[in-house]
């Protein structure tokens, strides 16, 4: 497993800011998700740095979506970053952490009324509308309460990304967004910049998610500004706000190359601004929501090895205490991961494992080919990357609870989440 900067492996054992991933086991239980809050503010703080302009107004949106605790709010208050959000529950979760609602973007197709009304009472700062009768229902809602609400609205540009069919956003078929290519683009255009009580901005465009070429994201940004500048032109407005959306891939196994977010962030900028002048397209604020970027690299679960067991077909099966429940990845998307027995760490691999979990259902494996030393029971298993879309996409499936959450920062250890009780997972039943 390729080891994270915080990690090391010191007398054979695998030790993350020198605790040793054993003794975390012994105190706060497995499975658990590990957090290290140190990398995270670095790259965040990184991030916001590198997209500094003087040109526009930058902000970084945090997509909450990827990994959202009350802690983890809580840092993205204090990182003074806003906060990409798409639902009530994630809003409210913002609020409670001391998230600023004028730094919340709400993202997201078929928002529910009450969803837009608390948005709008709770004050969050732009509402990104998804769609046509979106944007009636919000009008309604604001011409009802006598408020002027601040939209973007979210088109589609119709680049192809290479990633997964589940995680692509864009295409013209998406449930995502209005396509630029519809002929009724302007008419929508139109009416969101005669509306009296939707303070129309400008665009946001997200073109998937785990992309690892800039030039999709170049490519993107081009072709929102050649929009913008189409818009302006047919619509007489002022397109003042991109909002380029998120999608930077990460390493999850060796053959994924992610370029460095901070490398590219400076470049991307550039060529917005550059591309902008060429368009006529000169905007107020620049904005991006990277979700995964940000968390995936700090964030690793541990797992007790269970039973071993060899099948008649000659597949050596090594079972975890946790699984789908915890990380849907694999099931869903067919994602990779690598992991490492944290107590044999210096040891060389012997033996071709699949790390099945331990629910209902044959498709609940973590990995399917790993080579590792002997395993035995009790021996420890942590699995990297596993920072964003694991613990928000976790499920009781089988009444498994949720598994708990640490932050690491240095030296110092504190849990953020408890492990879900069973009068956790059933408090709400009558
Ligand atoms: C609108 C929007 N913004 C941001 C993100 C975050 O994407 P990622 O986690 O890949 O950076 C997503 C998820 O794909 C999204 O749908
Ligand atoms: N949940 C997905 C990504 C969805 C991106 C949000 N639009 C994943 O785990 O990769």
Do not use: W
Not at 94 to 123: C, I, Q, T
Not at 169 to 177: L, Q, Y
Not at 230 to 250: L, P, S, W
């Amino acid at each position: 497993m390729r080891l994270e900067s915080y990690q090391r492996i010191e007398d054979g054992r695998l030790k993350h800011s020198g605790h040793d991933y054993q003794d975390i086991a012994k105190t706060y239980g497995t499975p658990l998700y590990i957090f290290d809050e140190a990398s995270f503010i670095e790259r965040a703080k990184a991030y916001k740095a590198a997209i500094q302009s003087d040109y526009f107004e930058t902000d970084i949106l945090f997509a909450s979506k990827a990994l959202l605790t009350k802690a983890i709010a809580k840092l993205i208050a204090a990182l003074d970053i806003g906060q990409d959000v798409v639902s009530a529950g994630e809003i409210y979760l913002g609020l409670e952490a001391g998230v600023d609602p004028k730094r919340m973007y709400f993202h997201g197709n078929n928002k529910l009324n009450s969803e837009l009304l608390y948005a709008v009472d709770e004050g969050v700062g732009t509402i990104v509308i998804d769609n046509r009768q979106e944007m009636k229902r919000l009008e309604e809602i604001c011409v009802k309460k006598g408020v002027n609400q601040r939209v973007l609205l979210r088109v589609n540009p119709g680049v192809e990304a290479h990633t997964h069919e589940y995680i692509k956003t864009a295409d013209n078929d998406s449930k995502f967004g209005e396509s630029v290519f519809d002929p009724a683009i302007y008419d929508i255009v139109q009416a969101l910049s005669d509306s009296t009580h939707l303070q129309f901005a400008g665009f946001h465009s997200h073109i998937g998610s785990q992309i690892f070429d800039e030039e999709s994201f170049m490519k993107a940004a081009e072709e929102m500004l050649a929009f913008a500048a189409e818009a302006q032109e047919r619509v007489g407005m002022k397109v003042k706000e991109i909002n380029f959306g998120g999608g930077f891939g990460v390493y999850y196994t060796e053959g994924d190359e992610p370029f460095q977010v901070v490398d590219f962030l400076p470049k991307f900028v550039e060529r917005v601004h550059e591309k902008g002048i060429e368009l006529g397209v000169n905007l107020e604020k620049v904005t991006i929501e990277p979700g995964r970027s940000l968390v995936n690299a700090s964030g690793s679960t541990l797992y007790q090895v269970g039973d071993l067991k060899t099948t008649v077909g000659g597949k050596n099966y090594l079972f975890i205490n946790g699984g789908m429940n915890d990380n849907i990845r694999p099931a869903l998307y067919q994602a990779e991961y690598e992991a490492i027995l944290t107590n044999k760490a210096d040891q060389a691999p012997t033996k071709t494992y699949t790390i099945a979990g331990k629910a209902c259902e044959s498709g609940d494996k973590i990995i399917e080919a790993i080579d590792l030393p002997e395993a035995e029971p009790t021996d420890y298993l942590l699995v990297n990357g596993t920072g964003a879309y694991n613990f928000v996409m976790a499920s009781n499936y089988n009444s498994i609870p949720v598994p708990g959450m640490i932050h690491i920062n240095g030296d110092e250890i504190r849990a953020t989440v408890a492990q879900q009780s069973f009068e956790d997972m059933y408090r709400t039943h009558l």
